[in-house]
């Protein structure tokens, strides 16, 4: 399971595109990179999922250069619905060794969105 | 599709009684996860458990406790509740291990 680094939090506008980058220097090479949405009082959601390029779906997409060692993502024309926290996710509990602490999805972007 | 079910939504307990939290999976998914998340704080992960067995767990006291069932939904035992176990405790379930987790919406726990 890889450290991950983000931004505490952004802020932005209603309409305008928001990237989000996670930097995980250790990702090991059968990571995937998971990226969660949380609202406050209820459980993450599941946005997207990558391992290297680009994916895109229908709420999101996730840019990861060929080393692997970031990853963004790409929120288009936010809303203000989307004010949450938003985690990077790089690997997962199967490898989870316990030395990086419990804090798997470590402490997420709280992105801002005003009108 | 119903989503991941957690039971009870609120409750609240004194120091050092014990309680058990309910999660029912997504159907078809076999792995299930409990966090941890106090107020403020990122998640912190507590169990997994696949096919019946616990495949791992946090760094989380021995009273922290739980057991999949062979309908795979879950149970999460506390035991000697303290202060500083109010947390908001989030299941999660997958379709296998290494897929993408989908959770439930959690149960508050409050201890007075």
């Known amino acids: 399971l890889a450290k991950t680094t983000q931004p505490i939090s952004m802020d932005s506008y209603e309409g305008q595109e928001v990237n989000i980058t996670c930097s995980h220097n250790n990702i090991a090479t059968n990571d995937y990179i998971t990226w969660y949405q949380q609202f406050p009082s209820q459980g993450p959601r599941f946005i997207i999922q990558g391992y290297k390029t680009k994916v895109t779906n229908e709420v999101a997409s996730l840019f990861i250069p060929a080393d692997r060692k970031s990853s963004t993502l790409s929120l288009p024309r936010v809303s203000l619905s989307d004010t949450a926290v938003y985690y990077c996710l790089v690997g997962d509990v199967t490898n989870y060794g316990g030395s990086q602490g419990n804090l798997i999805f470590g402490k997420g972007t709280k992105l801002s969105v005003k009108p | 599709e119903a989503g991941v079910t957690q039971s009870p939504t609120h409750l609240i307990k004194t120091r050092g009684q014990q309680v058990t939290l309910r999660c029912s999976p997504i159907?078809?998914?076999?792995?299930v996860y409990w966090y941890q998340q106090a107020l403020g704080l990122g998640l912190q992960f507590l169990l997994w458990y696949d096919e019946g067995e616990e495949r791992n767990r946090g760094n989380f006291p021995p009273r922290f406790s739980g057991r999949q069932f062979p309908n795979y939904s879950s149970e999460l035992n506390v035991n000697a509740l303290e202060l500083e176990d109010s947390a908001l405790y989030l299941c999660?379930?997958?379709?296998?291990?290494?897929?993408?987790?989908?959770f439930g919406d959690g149960t508050r726990l409050s201890i007075l």
């Open positions: 999660a379930s997958s379709l296998a291990e290494s897929q993408p987790q989908h």
């Open positions: 159907s078809g998914h076999t792995s």
